[in-house]
């Protein structure tokens, strides 16, 4: 689906060629020396590594564009460079606010460089965990569909979500909801547009899969409640060869996130964490939270059946009734 160049290499070659490669010496004929450095900036020097690095953190540039990538990269680095220079006679380098974010940022990129140490040891999904996601996810996959939804994001108290419910039942239709949403001042928000299935939570694909066009789910959110109305659907499966290296990505990445929490959990674990002032425990104990509201995203309940004669008349009842609370 997606096509990617083994941009690393690449550069380097092109990097080779054009900063640091052989030519004829036009007094000698004999080969230029080669160096490291790609350009000077006053009494500064830009080196080949330092560009390298830029466009590696570019991410993947079509073959073609590599010389006029490296080119751009160059010249960014030189303007960079300009300013780093006039701070430091400026002796900004030594104003307190600066070495604080200077601080902060060598911090974050210790920190960064040792997680990736540790995710770098994830081991690549095996055929089989890859065969077995494609099979336990049919919704994203062999029965992936393209979904045509309009949504009422409805803000009220929790008791009362039986009543919107059964209003839902009794209406028979989303126009009349609507209406009665805005008589009994009841806010909402309408939204509405085609999500592929991958773009939706899984939680909430598993609800909408099992619905059909002209049918309704309903879910308590923090707020209140989230009305989904499947106003259409088209299937657009996809195979397993084309899914293979989306699962492969997928599955690695939730490795790596595994064991990244894992190690920041098992160095908690070995270290003395004192806090201190303001920050240390309180000596009564806290009373624990409470449950925290099913998230929006949670599989919808049993769904609400419309007609699909009202399909089309849909959206323009969402849209009048967000305009009635204008």
């Known amino acids: 689906m997606f096509r990617s160049t083994p941009v690393v290499s690449l550069l380097a070659l092109t990097l080779s060629a054009v900063l640091v490669g052989c030519g004829s010496d036009s007094g000698t004929g004999g080969a230029k020396p080669a160096t490291q450095v790609a350009v000077k900036v006053n009494k500064e020097e830009i080196s080949v590594h330092q560009l390298n690095d830029v466009l590696a953190r570019a991410g993947n540039v079509p073959a073609e564009q590599v010389k006029q990538a490296s080119t751009a990269a160059l010249e960014r680095l030189i303007d960079q460079e300009l300013m780093v220079q006039q701070a430091k006679d400026r002796k900004l380098d030594r104003d307190p606010k600066v070495m604080q974010?200077?601080?902060?940022?060598?911090?974050?990129?210790?920190?960064?460089?040792?997680?990736?140490?540790?995710?770098?040891?994830?081991?690549?999904p095996s055929e089989a965990q890859i065969s077995a996601f494609y099979d336990d996810n049919p919704g994203l996959f062999s029965k992936r569909r393209i979904y045509n939804l309009?949504?009422?994001?409805?803000?009220?108290?929790?008791?009362?979500?039986?009543?919107?419910?059964?209003?839902?039942?009794?209406?028979?239709?989303?126009?009349q909801l609507a209406a009665w949403l805005t008589d009994q001042n009841i806010p909402f928000t309408a939204n509405a547009g085609t999500k592929p299935a991958e773009q939706?939570?899984?939680?909430?694909?598993?609800?909408?899969?099992?619905?059909?066009?002209?049918?309704?789910?309903?879910?308590?959110?923090?707020t209140?409640?989230?009305l989904i109305f499947v106003a259409g659907v088209r299937d657009e499966p996809i195979d397993r060869t084309k899914a293979r290296p989306f699962i492969e990505q997928y599955l690695l990445n939730q490795t790596r996130t595994e064991l990244a929490k894992a190690e920041v959990a098992r160095l908690r674990g070995v270290a003395t964490i004192e806090y201190m002032g303001d920050f240390a425990p309180a000596s009564?104990?806290?009373?624990?939270?409470?449950?925290?509201?099913?998230?929006?995203?949670?599989?919808?309940?049993?769904?609400?059946?419309?007609?699909?004669?009202?399909?089309?008349?849909?959206?323009?009842?969402?849209?009048?009734?967000?305009?009635?609370?204008?």
């Open 101 to 124: 974010s200077l601080e902060f940022a060598r911090r974050e990129v210790l920190a960064r460089a040792y997680a990736e140490q540790v995710v770098g040891t994830a081991a690549r």
């Open 150 to 175: 309009q949504e009422l994001n409805i803000r009220m108290p929790a008791e009362r979500f039986d009543e919107v419910r059964e209003k839902l039942q009794s209406a028979g239709n989303l126009q």
């Open 200 to 222: 939706l939570p899984l939680e909430m694909l598993k609800g909408l899969s099992q619905l059909n066009p002209g049918q309704v789910a309903v879910s308590r959110t923090p």
């Open 224 to 226: 209140g409640a989230l």
């Open 284 to 326: 009564t104990p806290v009373a624990a939270a409470p449950a925290a509201p099913a998230s929006p995203a949670a599989v919808p309940t049993a769904p609400v059946a419309v007609p699909a004669a009202d399909a089309d008349a849909v959206r323009s009842a969402i849209e009048k009734g967000a305009a009635g609370l204008k």
